[in-house]
T-cell receptor, first 112, second 114 residues
């Protein structure tokens, strides 16, 4: 099957930028998503990018997509303690009943 | 907003019991999904359904079954629970596969099998 890989842990200081990286293997993916999971909760959709885009910005969030290298990143500007969570990237391709393949998740720890 | 509701946040059962996890969504979505989440493994798809009474195996269906008698409800069944099924279970739903249709998740059920 297709693999989506993420590093497991990232620690940043409050106010700095966080960059969470993701690599995927299926070049036919159409949409790529970032989800956030706070402690004890389900997954909340943060943002997404269509595969024909290189970049998408949404307030403090910037998504970069490098299709050639199959690399996706999520940058969080001015990281706050409320951003502490697990972040999952996920890829989707057409004709699969909206099935997603998720990465392993990156735990973001924000320190004061 | 889409609401996906899982009937229990925490559940403790014994080895060998038959366990039902229930999920209800209020947006008339065709697609529904069951995942389990384990540390370091991310989310793994157990089963999904794209219509009433339809079901498809995901990546790890062994030891599980599902039921979808009504569009809004998707049940996950552990036929004979085992300790290796202790996990966080997440339900999700989405509209049909047209354009960008992200999955919407419930809050999860943390299941412990003793």
């Amino acid at each position: 099957g297709e693999d989506v890989e993420q590093s497991l842990f990232l620690s940043v200081r409050e106010g700095d930028s966080s960059v969470i990286n993701c690599t995927y293997t299926d070049s036919s993916s159409t949409y790529l998503y970032w989800y956030k999971q706070e402690p004890g909760a389900g997954l909340q959709l943060l943002t997404y990018i269509f595969s024909n885009m290189d970049m998408k910005q949404d307030q403090r969030l910037t998504v970069l997509l490098n299709k050639k290298d199959k690399h996706l990143s999520l940058r969080i500007a001015d990281t706050q303690t409320g951003d502490s969570a697990i972040y999952f990237c996920a890829e989707r391709w057409t004709g699969t009943a909206s099935k997603l393949t998720f990465g392993t998740g990156t735990r973001l720890q924000v320190t004061l | 907003d889409v609401k996906v509701t899982q009937s229990s946040r925490y559940l403790v059962k014994r080895t060998g019991e038959k366990v039902f996890l229930e999920c209800v969504q209020d947006m008339d979505h065709e697609n529904m999904f069951w995942y389990r989440q384990d540390p370091g493994l991310g989310l793994r798809l157990i089963y999904f359904s794209y219509d009433v009474k339809m079901k498809e195996k995901g990546d790890i269906p062994e030891g599980y079954s599902v039921s979808r008698e009504k569009k809004e409800r998707f049940s996950l069944i552990l036929e004979s629970a085992s300790t290796n099924q202790t996990s966080m279970y997440l339900c999700a739903s989405s509209p049909p596969d047209r354009g960008n249709q992200p999955q919407h998740f419930g809050d999860g059920t943390r299941l412990s099998i003793l």
